[in-house]
């Protein structure tokens, strides 16, 4: 694909982007019309403090969440595809999303028992408690996936379902456990929501999705030659080893912050990168752009729809996610039987 149009889709999709965000901003409850939402941004505007408080203290932190977590998921999902070289990989296949779900359920049925970590990380605890088992998830099956210091790719997604099935056997032990009321926060975080974005949870958070961004460059080269082959890769400069590893630790970085934020979402991190690739067989040095763009994009997307098809009630995000990848995973996957 040439450079000319490369530019143009990525204009296309950050024009996409800006509508989407738009129409969450603007669509709800309460609608807010553009002019009023331009009107609210000066200092001086005559805008009713309900119009502002809708915009800047509810609606517009899960705007940013929303681009937030699409952008690190459909990126988390381009680079574990480039790296397995398999376009059926998703994040949640290495045990990230399962690891974290697994600390954030951990933390929700026996914080009653430690206050300790509430008094310490307040609002925090709870992303603060997914993060870090998306990290001992990830940190576990780099493991196991470690071969006299070279990192098996077949092994490590081996060993991804393996730890996938335990995080889950675990979270539903501690449901088993769990009383009514955290039944209920359980069952509500692991099908996924925006609906707890705050300035304070962004504040938090934003460190581990910004500090992946100056290594894409370098990740975007190194996908382009994996392509090729690990052996082919290794011959043409790369050093194989530190890529696989700074990969797997940005996904981590990505990954974790995202569910920790938002819950369990599926399949963005699939369908977004392979719809690009479907679409415009791009070098990864568009496709990680691209996928974050769409990626945010669909998230926005879906977050209106989750919170208007059924309103005053909102409708899990992980769900319509679900509804969405799953036909499109088995499409894909009857179409790769075919091909094979």
Not at 104 to 130: E, K, T
Not at 186 to 198: E, N, P, Q, V
């Amino acid at each position: 694909m040439s450079a000319i149009k490369g530019n143009l889709v990525l204009a296309g999709l950050a024009a996409l982007l800006i509508f989407s965000a738009t129409a969450s901003l603007g669509v709800g409850a309460h609608h807010v019309s553009l002019s009023d939402m331009l009107r609210s941004l000066q200092p001086l505007s005559s805008e009713d403090e309900t119009t502002r408080s809708i915009l800047f203290d509810i609606r517009a932190p899960r705007v940013v969440l929303a681009i937030l977590v699409g952008g690190a998921l459909a990126m988390a999902g381009t680079i574990l595809q480039g790296l397995f070289r398999n376009p059926i990989v998703d994040p949640g296949f290495i045990g990230l999303s399962s690891g974290a779900s697994f600390g954030a359920s951990l933390y929700i049925v026996f914080s009653i028992h430690v206050p300790l970590i509430g008094n310490l990380f307040g609002a925090r605890a709870l992303p603060v408690a997914a993060f870090a088992g998306a990290i001992v998830a990830c940190l576990i099956v780099s493991r196991i996936a470690s071969v006299r210091g070279r990192t098996a790719i077949t092994i490590l997604l081996l060993a991804g379902v393996a730890i996938t099935a335990l995080a889950e056997a675990g979270t539903g032990i501690l449901s088993f456990l769990a009383t009514d009321a955290q039944l209920r926060s359980l069952t509500f975080w692991r099908l996924g929501s925006l609906g707890g974005a705050t300035w304070v949870l962004l504040g938090s958070i934003i460190f581990f999705f910004l500090f992946p961004l100056p290594f894409l460059p370098y990740l975007s080269r190194g996908l382009d030659l994996f392509s090729l082959g690990e052996r082919e890769a290794g011959h043409l400069g790369l050093s194989t080893e530190v890529f696989k590893n700074l990969a797997m630790a940005v996904t981590c970085l990505l990954v974790g912050a995202a569910v920790s934020a938002s819950g369990t979402i599926a399949f963005v991190g699939l369908v977004v990168p392979h719809i690009l690739r479907l679409a415009f067989h791009p070098s990864h040095r568009f496709l990680l752009p691209a996928s974050c763009l769409l990626g945010s994009s669909l998230m926005l997307l879906a977050d209106l729809v989750a919170r208007t098809m059924a309103a005053p009630t909102e409708i899990p995000i992980g769900i319509l996610t679900a509804l969405l990848g799953a036909p499109f995973f088995l499409w894909l996957f009857r179409r790769q039987r075919l091909e094979a």
